[in-house]
């Protein structure tokens, strides 16, 4: 079985970023081939979203229980 990550990766435009919180291959680079997307995290309040964190319960919880291996932004 592959070994994968949790990992966010960055998205957006200047000043007004966003992250993609993904699940990839360990051995693959941030902005490589992702597995499955599980979530969003906006971290500045726009006129349309608020600050916020979006995913999915149950995709997430799968993930973790298959590989407990997390990665911080690089």
Not at 38 to 51: A, F, K, M, Q, S
Request: glycine share 4%; proline share 4%.
């Amino acid at each position: 079985m592959v070994q994968v990550m949790i990992r966010l990766q960055n998205h957006g435009l200047k000043n007004h970023p966003y992250w993609w919180i993904v699940v990839q291959p360990k051995s693959k680079c941030l902005k490589g081939r992702i597995i499955e997307k599980v979530g969003l995290w906006i971290p500045r309040r726009t006129n349309t979203v608020d600050r916020a964190v979006i995913f999915n319960k149950y995709k997430l919880r799968y993930w973790l229980s298959v590989n407990r291996n997390f990665q911080d932004k690089q």
